[in-house]
């Protein structure tokens, strides 16, 4: 082994422009296949993060009842008939303590909160919105939804009376932290709130119809005492949500909805955007080691005579294939350091250069140590690879035949 | 037999080479019988084509003959596999080619020491026998030096020097001084014999040039495949 370390070396150093020209031409392929993975994982992440900012990762809901028909087919008999899906009547969970242990008790399951939710009207003057009541514990809520980082005015702490808006409703409304409101729902009259806060949840449905308020004041203005209407869930691997999700229904009996489940267009989107990442990186992959190869079997035709004496000399076929395997090895590498810093280079560029109004990176760049370990230990094994084919060449040379004709 | 085995370096016997092209088969050699003993230095001669690089070939373990036998250094090779051969080859065998064959990339001390290493020596220690043998062959001074930076006759005397760095039982020359003026071609023929006198190597040296061959201690002509009927080199059987 020290041999073929020491003959690869040499023979790399002896053809050093071509090995530089084959480096470098790694290099860029690695470098784009650093840059657009370290591109593509950061969007991807930092949408997935926009989409869960204002999502719980799993939500819970009373099980939806299923139309029956009231009148079974006989054995042998056809009947035509219309089937309606009954009213959603039973909009709570009526016994959401037991739900909710059986759910905390889940492994994968961070942390929930029951809530209680319904439609309601915001009076406040001679304006009148149509909002979303939204009952939770503030610390619970925010655990499983970041609300607090959100806020744009006042605080999320609301007990009794107190309630938080959303900032497109209260813009509308015209009110501010202080203000007064009247809330009603179609099943209370409601009556009046204290504003404590302003929310900014970056969507603007929620910031235009979000009331946010304590789960006893909601309980009584939706007019569901001792009930919720849903739990949300935090789970710790976001990935996972779509198993914890079939579990936690299967538990408890509910319907259990995970964000993958609620947003499939997006994840459609950023799946198939994966597989043509994917393909880019294998392409670019091939073709380097397409050069890899290409330049290891010039290398193997100019150094036959040579291979031939070497084998002549006693050399062992398994020498002859690992100096050339290991150059393939060491040109994958080396274009991997080269690569890497390259990439690291455009990804910073862009990074300072392309940035939003308020100065922040327009590209959010998932730059990480993983990424570089990988492109070393890929671009190594193409290389390695496309040294098959030229070493198997070198070492199945005739020494006789090699040495008097090259 | 009278001789020790020990003494024996190579043995031929009744060896056929015959090669396959187009469907037509081609008897190169017609049936060898050969030996050579330790300290012995044997010119083969005879017409271009005349099957002795085939011969040089086979005696060297590159090739397999078609029948026969030839024995290495006591072992009888025809049943060995590739590797075995491998190990035969840089185990007893040196060898100088008519283009000297050295490895570009190397410096003179590095090419003459690729023979060591491949048994398993240290670099280091390689490199220094390696000074020894580039000393013998007068060469000490150019131990760093690469061999395009020398000229045709020091680099045959790297490529002795290499040939002779292992102690081989047996050196084969195929040709070494046919691509070297008087002068050299003499220097280089000068060391191999006396390479072969101080250390009692066997040496077999391919050659057209009849000078060379008349300071051999006996001489195989080779005439179409066959050992020439007035070859002077004498079975000891």
């Not at chain 2, 050196?171 to 280089?188: H, I, R």
């Amino acid at each position: 082994m020290r041999l073929a370390w020491f003959l690869a070396l040499r023979f790399m150093w002896d053809q050093r422009f071509q090995s530089l020209l084959i480096v470098s031409g790694v290099g860029v392929g690695v470098a784009v296949m650093v840059f657009i993975t370290a591109l593509i994982t950061g969007l991807q992440a930092s949408l997935i993060d926009r989409t869960l900012g204002s999502q719980p990762h799993v939500i819970v809901t009373p099980l939806e009842r299923e139309g029956r028909p009231l009148i079974p087919a006989q054995p042998g008999e056809v009947r035509l008939r219309h089937v309606e899906r009954p009213m959603q009547q039973s909009r709570s969970i009526d016994e959401w303590q037991k739900a909710e242990r059986a759910i905390s008790l889940l492994p994968e399951v961070e942390t929930s909160v029951p809530l209680a939710m319904g439609p309601g009207t915001a009076l406040r003057g001679n304006s009148e919105e149509g909002v979303l009541v939204i009952g939770a514990d503030p610390g619970r809520l925010d655990g499983v939804i970041p609300i607090r980082k959100n806020m744009t005015a006042g605080r999320y702490e609301v007990t009794g009376t107190d309630v938080v808006l959303g900032s497109e409703l209260a813009k509308n409304l015209g009110v501010g932290v202080g203000d007064r409101l009247r809330l009603r729902t179609a099943l209370s009259d409601g009556q009046v709130y204290v504003i404590r806060g302003v929310v900014d949840m970056g969507a603007r449905e929620m910031n235009r119809t979000w009331v946010l308020m304590s789960f006893r004041a909601a309980q009584t203005l939706t007019n569901q005492p001792g009930r919720a209407s849903a739990i949300y869930v935090r789970v710790h691997d976001i990935y996972a949500a779509e198993s914890v999700a079939r579990s936690i229904g299967g538990l408890t009996g509910l319907t259990s909805r995970s964000w993958i489940e609620n947003n499939a267009q997006l994840m459609t989107a950023l799946s198939s955007q994966s597989a043509s990442t994917t393909m880019i990186r294998f392409f670019v992959l091939v073709s380097v080691a397409i050069g890899i190869a290409s330049v290891l079997v010039v290398s193997v035709i100019q150094r036959s005579k040579e291979i031939g004496i070497l084998r002549a000399m006693g050399a062992a076929r398994g020498v002859v294939l690992r100096v050339f395997l290991i150059q393939g090895g060491m040109i994958g590498a080396a274009g991997a350091l080269v690569g890497s810093l390259i990439g690291f280079g455009l990804t910073r560029v862009f990074r300072a250069s392309i940035t939003n109004a308020d100065g922040t990176p327009f590209f959010p760049f998932a730059v990480t140590p993983q990424l570089f370990v990988l492109a070393l230990v890929v671009a190594t094994v193409a290389g390695l690879v496309a040294g098959v084919v030229p070493a198997r060449r070198a070492a199945l040379l005739d020494p006789a035949e090699a040495i008097r004709n090259g | 037999m009278a001789d020790e085995p020990s003494e024996l370096v190579l043995r031929l016997r009744g060896i056929t080479k015959a090669f396959e092209n187009e469907g037509t088969t081609t008897e190169v050699l017609h049936g060898i019988d050969f030996e050579l003993r330790k300290g012995e230095l044997c010119a083969v001669i005879g017409p271009s084509g005349s099957g002795k690089s085939t011969l040089l070939n086979l005696i060297g373990l590159l090739a397999r003959p078609s029948s026969g036998s030839l024995w290495m250094a006591g072992e009888e090779t025809s049943e060995l596999d590739e590797d075995a051969l491998t190990s035969l080859r840089s185990r007893f065998i040196g060898f100088v080619f008519q283009f000297h064959h050295l490895i570009g990339a190397l410096s003179c001390a590095e090419n003459v020491a690729l023979p060591l290493m491949i048994r398993g020596v240290s670099r280091g220690q390689a490199l220094e026998r390696a000074a020894v043998a580039l000393a013998e062959v007068g060469l000490g001074d150019r131990a760093r030096s690469r061999p395009a930076q020398l000229s045709g006759g020091q680099q045959q005397r790297v490529a002795v020097a290499r040939a002779l760095v292992g102690d081989p039982a047996l050196l084969l020359a195929d040709e070494p001084t046919g691509n070297l003026d008087s002068e050299n071609s003499n220097a280089v023929f000068e060391l191999l014999r006396r390479l072969n006198r101080e250390r009692g190597t066997g040496v077999i040296v391919v050659t057209h040039d009849p000078r060379i061959a008349e300071r051999c201690s006996g001489t195989l002509e080779i005439v179409d495949g066959l050992v020439h009927s007035d070859s002077r080199w004498k079975l000891q059987v």
